[in-house]
């Protein structure tokens, strides 16, 4: 269990410096970055696999349902639904609506445990006040519930892939597929002004979103998932906030203010009342009932 806390909590940490990183490719097309994005990371997950001597598994149909669904919903709708929202209000509706993903993995297992569910509950306080409270409009808080599905779906589909698929091809196939179904979305928003050349800091902002926030965050947060049971996982979603915070203190482009750090505080005050629920027998008990949710899907 303990192997799993650090796996998503660096996870979570590492999609929060996202926010660090973010304004160096502001001014590339949006969707054709993050076509480019998911294809640079695919074409290293594929080596890696190759690398592992880890051969190409051929899936039923549930399982290529599920992989499909996971890719539409949890990389492609999530991204378009984020940068829409973000378009109609600014970021602050969406961060506080997907502050709410921990609740909602709590209760994704079945009846939660009362310390996990308040443990949850806490995290989501805390993510809400240091992503700002966000106010916007009502198109925005609709591309903002979109985006909610697609987080929670990212975790809950790739459930019953991860036991005969593991961490890295769960992350090689679903990015590979994503790479042409945002290249579609692309071409409809941004026409074939989509691509062009990238400068050395876009290079660079890229490359950190394909190995950091793509590569190494999604094999961390699937490698975790299991042991932990989404329950559990869940709570660490909460340190996206804290991880933009701690970012930008790192790089000198924001200071924290007050509200920043008592919603951080309240992040990991939840996830240790959340870790505490169930005690010793937590970890084979977060297998168990993950393995019955990954029956059900």
Not at 5 to 17: E, N, P, Y
Not at 97 to 118: K, N
Not at 225 to 240: H, M, Q, S
Request: aromatic share 8%; charged share 10%.
């Amino acid at each position: 269990m303990r192997n799993g806390t650090l796996g998503a909590a660096s996870a979570m940490f590492l999609v929060g410096t996202l926010a660090g990183v973010s304004g160096l490719v502001d001014a590339y097309p949006i969707y054709g970055g993050q076509a480019v994005r998911y294809l640079v990371a695919a074409v290293i997950l594929v080596l890696i696999t190759r690398v592992l001597g880890l051969r190409f598994v051929r899936l039923t149909l549930r399982e290529s349902l599920c992989l499909g669904g996971l890719t539409l919903l949890g990389l492609v709708l999530f991204n378009v639904c984020v940068i829409e929202s973000t378009r109609a209000s600014g970021p602050a509706l969406v961060g506080t609506i997907l502050g709410t993903v921990p609740l909602w993995l709590a209760l994704a297992g079945g009846r939660p445990v009362p310390r996990l569910l308040f443990g949850a509950g806490v995290v989501v306080a805390g993510a809400t006040l240091a992503t700002g409270l966000g106010s916007g409009n009502l198109t925005s808080l609709l591309w903002a519930l979109g985006a909610l599905v697609g987080e929670v779906s990212f975790s809950l589909l790739a459930i019953p892939l991860l036991p005969k698929l593991g961490a890295i091809r769960v992350s090689a196939y679903s990015t590979a597929l994503a790479v042409p179904m945002l290249m579609v979305v692309g071409l409809a928003d941004e026409g074939t002004s989509m691509f062009r050349q990238p400068t050395w800091a876009e290079i660079l902002g890229f490359g950190y979103l394909s190995l950091v926030i793509t590569v190494v965050a999604f094999f961390l947060w699937y490698d975790a998932l299991p042991k932990l049971g989404p329950g559990l996982a869940g709570l660490f979603a909460g340190l996206i906030p804290v991880g933009a915070i701690v970012t930008g203190v790192v790089l000198g482009v924001a200071m924290p203010s007050a509200y920043d750090l008592l919603g951080a505080g309240l992040v990991i005050a939840g996830i240790l009342v959340g870790l505490t629920a169930g005690g010793p027998s937590a970890g084979k008990g977060a297998e168990a009932r993950t393995e019955r949710l990954a029956q059900t899907l």
